[in-house]
């Protein structure tokens, strides 16, 4: 029987790299105690953690400044107020323990922790960790990493390569039961992503090609634009391949909400270079082509991609010199040598960690 007297503060926010990790293990912790989530109410971490019932304990901390500006006095301040509250928050609910996935939502809580003497561990996604984590490692009772390349920035004696945790679907689901799930045929599948939000580049230098991709490589190509660009992208769609709707090789839509089947289904994904996507990617078993954001802070983006492409888990290409040509050759190269398509995918599958969840909670609980 779980020790129900026990407490825990998870924390981090901003992005679905902080957040997803920091929840998957909250619900673990979940069967252990009380379990209070440390975030920004007007984050994305607000919705997902009151949609799954946990009490939420705000902190209205922006992320910090790239330069010195006008506007770095009230972030201080902001970070000041947070920190007070955390202090508040240490005092009233009396935590065992605090769990943070990095990024600035997390600061002000262990700031807290550090002066009022409450452990804490820390889990980076990124082969680069972020300032936070690397700012707060050497006091940290642990420190877990997506990456073995992260081990190099972190100044702890307790770090633990355990990957980023993976949604158990990934392992159940076979890739012929995605397929058919989706109504797609049992055949070759490119997933072509930028994320929930989309991603700009990907979607203009793909969509002149979904037409080639389909009638003349015969390949079923899944493709979500996000919903920002969806219109756009359909607008486009429009005038370059008019009966694109009437294509059975082909499914657009602004948004899956099961991500999980779609990546199971692909054999190749196109994709930005997040953490938290990474580590889906792995877990599905495609061969990636990596497009890292370039503007991801502390470009942790590129650094992630470079780390798959000197495994050969990878085929990696700069935004900047994105086009629908680049796009089209190297998806022609990956279906003309299927021994490097597979490569690729066995590589890349490397990376999956499926028991990252029980590793950091047992690190945790211990």
């Not at 939000?197 to 493709?223: C, H, P, W, Y």
């Not at 629908?324 to 190269?333: F, S």
Request: overall charge positive; proline content about 5%; hydrophobic content about 40%.
């Amino acid at each position: 029987m779980s020790d129900t007297s026990k407490t825990f503060f998870v924390t981090g926010g901003g992005t679905g790299g902080h957040i997803y990790p920091a929840i998957a293990i909250a619900d673990e912790l979940l069967k252990e105690g009380k379990v209070y989530y440390i975030g920004n109410p007007y984050n994305m971490e607000y919705v997902l953690t009151v949609e799954k019932g946990y009490r939420f304990l705000p902190v209205f901390i922006k992320g910090m400044p790239r330069k010195i500006s006008f506007k770095f006095l009230p972030w201080i301040t902001g970070l000041i107020f947070s920190t007070i509250k955390c202090f508040t928050y240490i005092t009233r609910y009396k935590p065992d323990v605090v769990f943070a996935t990095g990024g600035y939502i997390a600061a002000p809580m262990l700031i807290a922790c550090q002066i009022m003497k409450v452990p804490y561990i820390l889990h980076d996604c990124d082969a680069r960790p972020g300032l936070v984590t690397r700012k707060f490692a050497p006091h940290a009772k642990a420190v877990t990493l997506a990456f073995e390349e992260a081990k190099s920035f972190i100044k702890n004696n307790n770090v633990h390569v355990t990957g980023n945790p993976i949604r158990k679907d990934f392992k159940t689901m076979t890739r012929e039961a995605a397929k058919s799930f989706l109504g797609l045929k049992n055949k070759l599948t490119l997933c072509i992503t930028g994320g929930s939000q989309g991603a700009k580049s990907i979607n203009n230098a793909v969509v002149d090609i979904l037409r080639e991709m389909s009638e003349t490589l015969n390949i079923q190509i899944v493709f979500q634009t996000g919903k920002k660009n969806y219109d756009e992208v359909l607008k486009h769609l429009e005038l370059v391949y008019p009966k694109y709707r009437k294509d059975l090789n082909l499914i657009v839509k602004p948004y899956f909400a099961d991500m999980i089947t779609v990546m199971k289904a692909a054999d190749i994904i196109i994709s930005r270079a997040g953490s938290l996507s990474l580590s889906e990617i792995s877990a599905s078993g495609a061969a990636p082509i990596l497009v890292p954001y370039p503007y991801a802070a502390q470009d942790h983006q590129r650094y992630n991609a470079k780390c798959y492409a000197s495994n050969n888990a990878c085929i990696y290409i700069e935004d900047n010199s994105l086009d629908a040509n680049i796009i089209l050759n190297t998806v022609k190269d990956l279906i003309k040598n299927p021994q490097k398509l597979k490569d690729i995918q066995q590589n890349c599958a490397a990376f999956a960690n499926y028991n990252a969840l029980e590793e950091i909670r047992n690190i945790i609980l211990n």
